[in-house]
Antibody, heavy 118, light 110 residues
Framework: QVYLVQSGAEVKEPGASVKVSCRAS????????IHWVRQAPGQWLQWMGW???????KYSQTFQGRLTFTRDTSANTAYMELSSLRSEDTAVYYC????????????WGQGALVTVSS | QSALTQPASVAGSPGQSITISCTGT?????????VSWYQQHPGKAPKLILY???DRPSGVSNRFSGSKSGNTASLTISGLQAEDEADYYC??????????FGTGTKVTVL
């Protein structure tokens, strides 16, 4: 059974950074692409980017250098770090596993709420 | 990359069929058969219900079906049930090796 378990809610001040984790169970993280998607309150889903099986990354231009994806294959965990936080970054952040050569998001984490507030 | 356009809301009575459109461009929806659809209940993570325009994952009801014409994809829910009340999002692969989601549609079962 495949699960993606994400870290808990965070509250950050404007200008700070946040790092959200996504631990995979039931499969090896290094065999599948992980995407990150966020959803601001009352808003639609927004694709952020991916980290692939080689550890290479692709980021949405929306985040212009503020976004970093990493992974620790020994811990079977992927990470999303967003820096220079502003109030508009308040959202639920999801990780999602892409089906092998599938171009769709087959499994999703439960989401992690990040609140940016002074 | 602009979001794909979906109607804000669609409503139907139990047993009826409804269709949700998802309009993009030739750089996303129109360029590939890589449109997927997700169902999201309040406070929950999205759930995949269709991929590659019209394929259903194992365990998803055959009341959900999909199609595509030009730059517009569509999701049809037939035999509408109370449990179908949720938000629905389309997504497409794009020519820049990125993905884009739709603006979301709230389905109400009257």
């Amino acid at each position: 059974q495949v699960y993606l378990v994400q870290s808990g809610a965070e509250v950050k001040e404007p200008g700070a950074s946040v790092k959200v984790s996504c631990r995979a169970s039931g499969y090896s993280l290094s065999n599948y692409v992980i995407h990150w998607v966020r959803q601001a309150p009352g808003q639609w889903l927004q694709w952020m980017g991916w980290i692939n099986t080689d550890g290479n990354t692709k980021y949405s231009q929306t985040f212009q250098g503020r976004l970093t994806f990493t992974r620790d294959t020994s811990a079977n965990t992927a990470y999303m770090e967003l820096s220079s936080l502003r109030s508009e970054d308040t959202a639920v952040y999801y990780c999602a596993r892409e089906r092998s050569s599938g171009t769709y998001f087959e499994y999703w984490g439960q989401g992690a709420l990040v609140t940016v507030s002074s | 990359q602009s979001a794909l356009t979906q109607p804000a809301s669609v409503a139907g009575s139990p047993g009826q069929s409804i269709t949700i459109s998802c309009t993009g461009t030739s750089s996303d929806v129109g360029g590939y058969n890589y449109v997927s659809w997700y169902q999201q209940h309040p406070g929950k993570a999205p759930k995949l219900i269709l991929y590659h325009v019209s394929d259903r994952p194992s365990g998803v009801s055959n009341r959900f079906s999909g199609s595509k014409s030009g730059n517009t994809a569509s999701l049809t829910i037939s035999g509408l049930q109370a449990e179908d009340e949720a938000d629905y999002y389309c997504s497409s692969y794009t020519t820049t090796v990125t993905y884009v989601f739709g603006t979301g549609t709230k389905v109400t079962v009257l």
